[in-house]
Each structure stands twice: as structure tokens, then as C-alpha cells.
């Protein structure tokens, strides 16, 4: 049970690698990082940290506001570019550079010797990202914790990181339902439930088109390559009366959601994703589907760990603190912290 941040850190260590996810820029995610590298740096576990693009700028490059560094501890490691590399604020023991070479250089794994400051700049991919994790654990790392923005939703994909806390706040949004609401979404497809088991052997290898299962267990191509193709699945669907599953290797649409909504079999049909990042379909067509009896299934699913919450916008403006953790937490049941006065609901 994660009753305090003490508590979080160490659920935390029980995994391999953790995606700190921002809803929107500014929503706390480099002060939620910087507060669980300060709880982990005496766990006697290697740490190590990266992220998918640029972090820990002294300044917001949109709202020119000040942001705060991110701070390695001593022995920890940290992936970065050659620009940003050089750039550091401590000595560091190199470990790796990599062959491959990003806008700002190739990326440098290191050991940090003193604490100190940095810029992150890491893998722009998510192949990368998971190879980049890999080499963290040939080095001797325990846990890699990944920065990045929702906007790069494949950062909390399952087959990337183990588990996800979720930065919220202010910056997001103004009024509190709709930023609570906002943040439900995310939370909503986070925790869609895991297909049975016997099918997931049968469609985990499949990265492309859309296909269907009948209540025999065969499995057919639909020939649709997308879930764009509305017309094509709408005429699939109207002409086989056998199906059980429809599984979208892609993302989930409104279009599709709309489509299926209009056929007369669809709530006998289960729709079936790889993991929550697939789903592009937005709030309204999301919560419609499924409050008219629709099911939405995924392959594997990643453990979200927590919320923290900024009730402090760029633009100045502060949301009453207590109201909106109290909100966010009614709504999801999710540990729900402020990183800055250390406390949860």
C-alpha cells in the first residue's frame, strides 16, 4: 500500500524501469524526478535516468519561465547527448557512447562522481529507448527511470517501461473538473483490462492491420490496414456474424469507435489493443463506446504507480491545492501527491 512518498520510492525499486509521464509541459514532471532520484540515492541500487527528448532546461523555452535542474547524486548514471553531455555540472566517468548519432551528438551513458546538475537529451525512439535500457542493466543498474511528455505516449507503453507515474496540474487546465477529467482519461485506458491469455500468443506477434476471431478461435485478416478504413471494417463487420474479437494492431480512431457504435452486433465484440498508447480516440468517443456496452481489451498494461499534481500554472495562476488532489484521487483512487509539501491523498 502506497500511503507516502517513502512508500512510493520503494514500490518504485520493485521495478526495471519507470516512465515519469507529464500530462502537458509544466505539470511538475522534473520536480516529481528530481524528488524520487533524492529518495533513491541511498538505496544502494544503481540508478539510472534518461529521457525521451530534451529535459532539465533552466528555462521554459515557450513560457520563458524558470524550470528547475535535474540533479544526479553520486554513482548514479545518466544518458544523455555529446551537447548536453558537455555541458554538465559535475564529473562524470564516461561508461558508453553509442554509435548511433542523434541532432545533438551521439548519446553518452555515465557514472556520475560527485552529485551534481544536467541537461537530459536522450533516445528520440522508443527502439532505442529499449536498448538504452538494456545496456543500463549490462552496466549494473537496478532501475531506469525515463522523463518524458504524455505527448510521446509510447514512453509508457508496457514493452518499454514496467510502470508510470503521471504528472498533473495547473498548466493542463484552469478549472478543475476539466483538468480532473483530463486526467481520469489517461488513467481510464491505463487500467482497460488485459485480454485472456490464450489469445495473447496468438496476436502479440501481429504489428499490422486489423483482424478478427471468430467463436471458433480462427483467426482472419480483415485485409484493412488501418483503422482508417471505416467503410471497409463497417462492411466486415455487416457481413460476418461470428465475430468475437476485433483486434486493432494500430490505434483506435473516433472514426472506428463511431463505426462501431452504429453496427447492430457490436456489443457482442470485443476490441482488442496492444497496450493504452494505441488508443487516439478522444475522451467523448471513448467514455460513449463504453457506456453503451462496449469493451475495450488490452495484450499488457503497465503499472501506474502514482499522480503528483502542480497547482502552479507559467502563467502564475494557483489552483486550491487540497480540492484538487482531493478531486483527482475521488476520481481515479490513485496515490495522489504534491512532491513539493510531501503530501498525499
Not at 551513458?109 to 538504452?132: E, I, N, R, Y
Not at 532501475?143 to 518499454?160: E, K, N, Y
Request: glycine share 4%; hydrophobic share 40%; aromatic share 6%.
Amino acid at each position: 500500500m502506497i500511503n507516502t512518498l517513502a512508500d512510493l520510492s520503494k514500490e518504485i525499486l520493485k521495478y526495471r524501469s519507470l516512465a515519469i509521464a507529464g500530462m502537458k509541459k509544466n505539470t511538475g514532471k522534473t520536480e516529481t524526478l528530481n524528488y524520487i532520484l533524492s529518495a533513491l540515492k541511498d538505496s544502494r541500487q544503481t540508478i539510472a535516468v534518461t529521457s525521451i527528448g530534451v529535459d532539465g532546461e533552466t528555462t521554459d523555452r515557450v513560457t520563458l519561465t524558470e524550470k528547475p535542474e535535474i540533479v544526479i547524486y553520486k554513482d548514479m548514471l545518466f544518458v544523455t547527448s555529446e551537447k548536453h553531455f558537455a555541458l554538465r555540472k559535475m564529473s562524470a566517468e564516461i561508461c558508453k557512447i553509442s554509435r548511433q548519432t542523434t541532432a545533438l551528438g551521439r548519446l553518452i551513458t555515465a557514472k556520475a562522481a560527485l552529485t551534481g546538475k544536467v541537461m537530459l537529451s536522450g533516445p528520440a525512439d522508443t527502439a532505442t529507448l529499449k536498448a538504452v535500457i538494456r545496456q543500463n542493466e549490462q552496466l549494473g543498474a537496478k532501475l531506469t527511470i525515463v522523463d518524458g511528455a504524455l505527448s510521446r505516449l509510447s514512453l509508457s507503453a508496457p514493452s518499454v517501461t514496467d510502470a508510470t507515474i503521471l504528472a498533473t496540474g495547473a498548466a493542463l487546465s484552469a478549472n478543475i473538473p476539466q483538468l480532473v477529467h483530463a486526467t481520469k482519461y489517461v488513467c481510464d485506458k491505463i487500467a482497460l483490462p488485459v485480454l485472456e491469455n490464450s489469445y495473447y500468443t496468438l496476436l502479440n506477434p501481429i504489428d499490422n492491420g486489423i483482424w478478427t476471431i471468430d467463436h471458433e478461435g480462427n483467426l482472419a485478416d480483415t485485409g484493412c490496414q488501418s483503422a482508417l478504413q471505416v467503410k471497409d471494417i463497417q462492411n466486415i463487420l455487416s457481413d460476418k456474424k461470428n465475430i468475437q474479437l476485433l483486434y486493432v494492431a494500430g490505434a483506435i480512431s473516433n472514426d472506428l469507435l463511431s463505426c462501431l457504435c452504429n453496427q447492430k452486433a457490436w456489443k457482442n465484440i470485443v476490441v482488442v489493443v496492444k497496450d493504452f498508447t494505441k488508443i487516439f480516440a478522444d475522451a467523448n468517443h471513448f467514455y460513449l463506446f463504453l457506456s453503451k456496452g462496449g469493451q475495450i481489451k488490452v495484450l499488457s498494461k503497465t503499472k501506474l504507480l502514482a499522480i503528483t499534481i502542480n497547482p502552479t500554472s507559467p502563467q502564475g495562476y494557483v489552483l486550491d491545492t487540497q480540492k484538487l488532489q482531493e478531486s483527482i484521487f475521488q476520481a481515479v483512487h490513485i496515490p495522489t501527491f504534491n512532491v513539493r509539501t510531501n503530501d498525499k491523498i
